[in-house]
């Protein structure tokens, strides 16, 4: 098999550059291609020697280690360490997916062409197949590392709640919202903000169908018995958010609330008794993605 040393260095410039690039991209940090080409060639040149070279510490996993904190220091230029060493783990994460998609289609195109020589896999396949595994490797790490990212954002940024409310429970999924300092005014109670198309297992149609009317004072479309039995109840809460500058919201104090969150795969569940329920008449999101809206203090 004749391998072409200018073809190898030109191979792993363009395959060091986008492994870098994507990697950068993925973990967002500032990118400079000048920077990323250099790294790309030290890469590269590396390649060249280990395979010429009839050393083998050119396959020491040290040296193969010091060389991608030399690459990422020159792509990226971390200020920190802590910015660096999250930037090798994203570097070498990258890396091995590249090397995955690339080697599995090259075994597949053309096995016969492959060598391995001080820890390098080289060979006569065509640069073309070299791009076609970067693209596909690049859209499979992109797509992968949003998915992982969108789950962990998740995973700290909702949590199941259920409320029982008239002896009547609804689970749904609320928002942990660092700004929701919502409290009802008088007995300084904290609030959760729930959606109120789910609330009508719980509460009257006619309350839930009229709050405006009831926040105005006017509770000529409510039943006398509906009146009686709630009029005491409900709460007036005061807002400068959801859309409005100065806004209020219809509240009722549940039975209690439920909150329900995953860590490290144990379900806690913690019972709130002093919670007023504050009824949206709106939609939160327009997928649905939550239905309730919960203060980092609760």
Do not use: C
């Given at each position: 098999m004749t391998i072409y040393i200018d073809i190898v260095f030109?191979?792993?410039?363009?395959?060091?550059?986008?492994?870098?690039?994507?990697?950068?991209?993925?973990?967002?940090?500032?990118?400079?291609?000048?920077?990323?080409?250099?790294?790309?060639?030290?890469?590269?040149?590396?390649?060249?020697?280990?395979?010429?070279?009839?050393?083998?510490?050119?396959?020491?996993?040290?040296?193969?280690?010091?060389?991608?904190?030399?690459?990422?220091?020159?792509?990226?230029?971390?200020?920190?360490?802590?910015?660096?060493?999250?930037e090798i783990l994203f570097f070498y994460l990258t890396s091995f997916l590249f090397g995955g998609v690339a080697f599995a289609l090259i075994y597949i195109l053309k096995p016969q062409d492959i060598l391995m020589k001080n820890g390098l896999f080289l060979g006569t396949y065509p640069l073309k197949t070299i791009c076609i595994s970067t693209i596909i490797a690049y859209i499979i790490s992109i797509n992968s590392f949003k998915l992982i990212k969108n789950k962990i954002i998740k995973k700290n940024n909702y949590c199941n709640i259920e409320v029982c409310l008239n002896k009547k429970k609804i689970d749904t999924i609320a928002m942990i919202d660092t700004g929701n300092l919502l409290k009802e005014p008088i007995s300084n109670t904290p609030v959760i903000v729930v959606e109120?198309?789910?609330?009508?297992?719980?509460?009257?149609?006619?309350?839930?169908?009229?709050?405006?009317?009831?926040?105005g004072g006017n509770f000529e479309k409510i039943p006398k018995e509906i009146q009686e039995e709630y009029y005491s109840r409900l709460k007036v809460i005061p807002?400068?958010?959801?859309?409005?500058?100065?806004?209020?919201?219809?509240?009722?104090?549940?039975?209690?609330?439920?909150?329900?969150?995953?860590?490290?795969?144990?379900i806690e569940k913690e019972r709130k008794e002093n919670i007023i329920i504050g009824i949206y008449n709106k939609s939160l999101t327009k997928k649905g993605e939550y239905r309730a809206l919960i203060g980092s203090d609760v």
């Open positions: 030109l191979e792993n410039i363009i395959m060091n550059f986008i492994i870098i690039l994507a990697s950068g991209l993925i973990i967002k940090t500032k990118i400079n291609h000048l920077r990323i080409l250099l790294a790309s060639l030290i890469g590269a040149i590396y390649t060249v020697v280990a395979y010429i070279s009839k050393i083998e510490i050119y396959s020491n996993i040290i040296l193969k280690f010091i060389l991608s904190i030399v690459i990422v220091y020159i792509a990226y230029n971390p200020q920190t360490m802590k910015k660096m060493w999250k109120r198309s789910i609330l009508y297992e719980t509460l009257p149609k006619e309350i839930l169908n009229n709050l405006e009317e009831i926040l807002f400068s958010s959801l859309g409005k500058e100065y806004g209020m919201l219809l509240g009722i104090r549940p039975e209690y609330v439920e909150i329900i969150k995953e860590d490290d795969g144990e």
